[in-house]
């Protein structure tokens, strides 16, 4: 804004520069042209080392909880979300939405990486995961254990997390003796539970 508003009061001046005229009027003019150049290389350059980010937002749209934070914080090793989708109208916009929330986590955990593999030109990535060749599909993988989920959320993503690092757990239910059925839905049926 600075630069544009100095080229507009001295635009002469800054004509002169460019065609390699100077003079001592034209020097002048361009003295804020040259400290906002040089302010710029710094920033960006600066940038590199020490990342800012500011969410400005009333809602805090762009920024974790603190308990997801402390969640992606504690993987010391790589832990890789990965996305294969099948080319259509809709998985564009789905993989940005995708790569705007594992952003998150990432500026929180550099461990944390993002793939995206199309599977229809690596079909040897469906099969890895199971899937078909039309199939798309998002999991995060740490180790041997992987996950699937299915929403983009923060507490969905964040669930995820926690249930990779705890590992895989097994629940037994005892039967025969009068238990509530698992296969039931009505009445006292344990089918939800079974399910989740």
Known sequence: VCLLVSVGLDWKGYSEVFRLRFTR??????????????????????????????????????????????????????????????????????????????????DENTHIKYSKYNVIQQPEMAQKFNLNTQEQALFVVHKDHRERFYKTDENSITQALLR?????????????????????????????????
């Not at 302010?39 to 960006?44: F, K, Q, S």
């Not at 590992?167 to 539970?193: D, M, P, W, Y």
């Open 25 to 106: 009027k034209s020097i002048h003019a361009s003295r804020p042209f040259l400290i906002m150049a040089v302010v710029l290389i710094v920033l960006n350059f600066l940038v590199n080392f020490f990342p800012l980010k500011l969410d400005l937002s009333s809602e805090r749209l762009h920024t974790l909880s603190p308990f997801s934070k402390k969640v992606a914080k504690s993987f010391t090793d790589t832990l890789e979300f990965v996305y294969l989708y099948a080319p259509d109208s809709e998985s564009r916009e789905a993989e940005i939405n995708i790569h705007s929330a594992i952003k998150k986590y990432q």
């Open 164 to 196: 990779i690092s705890k590992g895989r757990k097994t629940i037994f239910f005892s039967v025969g003796h009068g238990e509530a059925s698992l296969e039931e839905t009505k009445g006292n049926g344990l089918s939800s539970l079974k399910k989740e």
